[in-house]
Structures are given as C-alpha cells and as structure tokens.
C-alpha cells in the first residue's frame, strides 16, 4: 500500500508534466505568427521548405503509394473467392482504400519519418549550436523565421496526397491486369462505381490538418530541446512518436466527424 501511495504523487507529476507541454505547444504556435520576417528574406525561406519537404518526399511517396495500391488489389481478389462476386469489386475496394486512408494517412506517417525527423534535427542543431540565440539577440522572431516558413511549405502536401492517390491507383491497375486478378474494363468499372466526390474533399482535409501537425511539433521538440548533439537524436525519436500519436487519434476525430 505504501508504495502505491508513494507511486501516485510521480504519476501526478508526469500527467502535469504532458499538460505543460501541451500548453507550451500551444503558445508556441501564437507565438510563430507574431512579429513576422520581412517578405523577402521569407519568400526564400518558404521556397526553401517547399523544395526540401514537398518535393525532394514525392519520390518515396510515389514509390511506395504503388506498391500500396498493388497490395491493397492483390489482397481484394484472393479475398473475392465467390464466383457470383463481380471482379469490379476490386477496383471499388482499392479506390476506397486508397483514396479514404492509404494516400492520406499511410502517407503522413511516412512524411513524419522523413520530413519529421528533418525539422527537429535541423532546429536542434540550431540550438545546441546557439544558432537560435544569436537570433534571438538581433531581435529576431526566430520560431517565426524558422517554423512559419515550414508551416506553408507543408500547406502543399494535399498536392502530393493527390499524387499519391493517383498513383496508389494506377498500381492496383497494373497489379489486376498484369497478374490476371481482373480485366481493365471490370477493375476501372469498380473505380466509377458509387463514386463520392467528398470522400476526396475528406481526404484532403485530413491532409491539411496532418501537414500542420507534421510541421509544428516536430518544430516544437527541436526548438525547446535541450542538451547536445546526443539529445538531437532523442528528440527526433521523441517528436516521430508523438507525431504519429497525434495523427492517429486526429485520423480517428476526423472519421468520426466528417463521415460519422
């Protein structure tokens, strides 16, 4: 009994611990839209991000969205053993798959690894190397001039889920032609069938909402890390984690709000 007692005041301090960092996110993200960078030196800031997150990810988006969409068919057909079932199916399940959770979902997490682990090794090294305070001492906003930029590169990403769909599809094409699961004229049948227009809107807006997520708290870890080149590693593990946590119970709110 006396060591239950003496557990609850630490488990205590860890709870409060988790609600102080979760307000301390929250005014960080105020904080980064107040005393913005002049426009020019953030134009090239922001045309930066785009190039490093947006567009240097689309080759393992699109590398593995293909494989995605061919596995999602493949695993369609060898489940459609009835022959009263229409091969069309397939194409209806793999549009739904991809277009309702793989291309926007699968896909963020893969950026968290990727992009999320850039931004808050970037940032920590930047602090450990007192970058950040020398900014800070020539008056400038340093989580506007780092973080904002990050924040309306990522505002692109919907365009490479749409990519991802896309080509999320056109593998689940080739892997029902060209393995013999479905004709072209049944699969792209399925693709028609029942179509709604806003599970596409759905999927974007989950997509908007996870790009906000994969841009501020993986910024949030490397800003207000603290230690040496060791701890860089840790918060690029820490922020991966809470990241994906974050998206997960988001995926689960947005499904239950927007299609509930």
């Known amino acids: 009994m006396n060591a239950i007692f003496l557990f609850l005041p630490y488990k205590s301090i860890a709870y409060m611990n988790y609600l102080a960092s979760i307000g301390k996110y929250f005014i960080m993200i105020w904080e980064v839209f107040k005393k913005p960078t002049k ?5 090239n800031l ?3 991000e785009i190039d490093e997150l947006i567009y240097n990810s689309l080759g393992i988006i699109i590398f593995i969205s293909f494989f995605i969409g061919g596995v999602v068919t493949i695993q369609t057909a060898l489940n459609l053993t009835s022959p009263f079932l229409p091969k069309s199916l397939i194409g209806f ?3 739904q798959s991809v277009i309702l959770e793989f291309a ?3 896909t963020s997490i893969i950026m968290v690894g990727k992009v999320g682990s850039y931004i808050t090794s970037s940032i920590g090294t930047m602090r450990v190397t007192e970058q950040i305070d020398a900014l800070e001492v020539m008056g400038v906003n340093a989580l506007n001039y780092l973080v904002f930029p990050k924040i309306i590169a990522m505002l692109f990403y919907p365009f490479a889920v749409a990519i991802a769909m896309y080509v999320g599809i056109l593998g689940g094409w080739v892997a029902a032609v060209f393995g013999g699961f479905a004709p072209s004229g049944e699969f792209i ?6 179509f709604i227009p806003f599970h596409v809107t ?3 807006i989950k997509s908007l909402i996870f790009a906000f997520v994969i841009a501020t708290v993986p910024s949030f870890h490397g800003f207000y890390m603290k230690g040496g080149a060791l701890e860089v590693g840790k918060a690029s593990t820490t922020s991966f984690v809470w990241t994906s946590v974050a998206i997960i ?4 709110v947005l499904t239950q709000l927007l299609l509930g």
């Open 39 to 43: 426009w020019p030196i953030m134009r």
């Open 46 to 48: 922001i045309l930066k």
């Open 93 to 95: 399940a793999t549009r």
């Open 104 to 106: 926007p979902t699968f």
């Open 189 to 194: 049948q399925g693709l028609q069938e029942e």
């Open 202 to 204: 759905y999927a974007f």
């Open 249 to 252: 119970i988001l995926n689960y």
